[in-house]
């Protein structure tokens, strides 16, 4: 009996380590059903657990053990509505034994849940967080949004192109099938990707700031040009 129990707990630790370790998942969906809050101005600008500062206009999420950095699907299994955040702080620590998700207020708006406060909603992880190699060289996207439809994601790429050439659609398989990301970038600088966050935001995009190695980077992802070769800073300038 202690035999068996020490192999379990044996079995469970080395499952966190490989998610803490960004070297695999002991589930390809990881998956958790729980209750979901938000957070908004009350916390705007606050130092979160990745160093960064809280904006509740921001595509985010906090989670109490999904490592920095994870990318997770939302659901309000109501209606259906989903959305995919990136996990960069710490939380829920109220009612914890039923939360298990405290979203930005434009993620808990993009589901339906703002007026209500809480909701059940189904937690999907839909990629971890990658770790670069010894000397590997970082770069940097602003993800615009995620779509099931490939018509929806193509119309926001359109829209987005016209103003920043390195716009692209990356598609990738989910629990559901495959959805699409709209991105732009990767920049050499996070310089860089902020000013076209603050712009995309200004035009009313929900975006996040994503910070990848080298060899994460999309296949469908424009070649990363140096910073001064670059035309988003340029295009980030206009009004």
């Given at each position: 009996?202690?035999?068996?129990?020490?192999?379990?707990?044996?079995?469970?630790?080395?499952?966190?380590?490989?998610?803490?370790?960004?070297?695999?998942?002991?589930?390809?969906?990881?998956?958790?059903?729980?209750?979901?809050?938000?957070?908004?101005?009350?916390?705007?600008?606050?130092?979160?657990?990745?160093?960064?500062?809280?904006?509740?206009?921001?595509?985010?999420?906090?989670?109490?053990?999904?490592?920095?950095?994870?990318?997770?699907?939302?659901?309000?299994?109501?209606?259906?509505?989903?959305?995919?955040?990136?996990?960069?702080?710490?939380?829920?620590?109220?009612?914890?034994?039923?939360?298990?998700?405290?979203?930005?207020?434009?993620?808990?708006?993009?589901?339906?849940?703002?007026?209500v406060g809480t909701k059940?909603?189904?937690?999907?992880?839909?990629?971890?967080?990658?770790?670069?190699?010894?000397?590997?060289?970082?770069?940097?996207?602003?993800?615009?949004?995620?779509?099931?439809?490939?018509?929806?994601?193509?119309?926001?790429?359109?829209?987005?192109?016209?103003?920043f050439s390195e716009a692209?659609?990356?598609?990738?398989?989910?629990?559901?099938?495959?959805?699409?990301?709209?991105?732009?970038?990767?920049?050499?600088?996070?310089?860089?990707?902020?000013?076209?966050?603050?712009?995309?935001?200004?035009?009313?995009?929900?975006?996040?700031?994503?910070?990848?190695?080298?060899?994460?980077?999309?296949?469908?992802?424009?070649?990363?040009?140096?910073?001064?070769?670059?035309?988003?800073?340029?295009?980030?300038?206009?009004?």
């Open positions: 009996m202690h035999k068996t129990r020490r192999r379990f707990i044996m079995f469970v630790a080395g499952v966190l380590f490989m998610l803490v370790s960004g070297q695999g998942q002991a589930d390809p969906w990881y998956v958790e059903h729980g209750d979901a809050s938000w957070d908004g101005k009350q916390f705007q600008g606050r130092k979160t657990a990745d160093g960064d500062r809280f904006s509740q206009h921001d595509m985010t999420a906090a989670h109490r053990t999904l490592p920095l950095g994870t990318k997770v699907m939302v659901e309000n299994p109501e209606t259906g509505k989903q959305v995919e955040v990136k996990i960069n702080d710490r939380g829920p620590y109220a009612q914890t034994k039923r939360r298990i998700i405290d979203l930005s207020r434009a993620a808990a708006d993009s589901i339906g849940m703002v007026q059940r909603v189904r937690v999907v992880m839909t990629e971890t967080a990658h770790k670069p190699g010894p000397a590997e060289e970082t770069f940097y996207e602003v993800q615009v949004g995620a779509f099931v439809e490939s018509d929806e994601a193509n119309k926001v790429l359109e829209v987005v192109h016209e103003r692209y659609i990356a598609p990738r398989d989910g629990p559901e099938g495959e959805y699409y990301r709209v991105r732009v970038g990767p920049f050499a600088t996070e310089d860089e990707a902020r000013q076209v966050a603050k712009v995309l935001q200004r035009q009313g995009y929900r975006i996040f700031l994503d910070e990848i190695p080298a060899h994460a980077v999309p296949p469908q992802a424009p070649h990363p040009r140096p910073e001064k070769a670059s035309t988003a800073k340029q295009q980030a300038k206009k009004p």
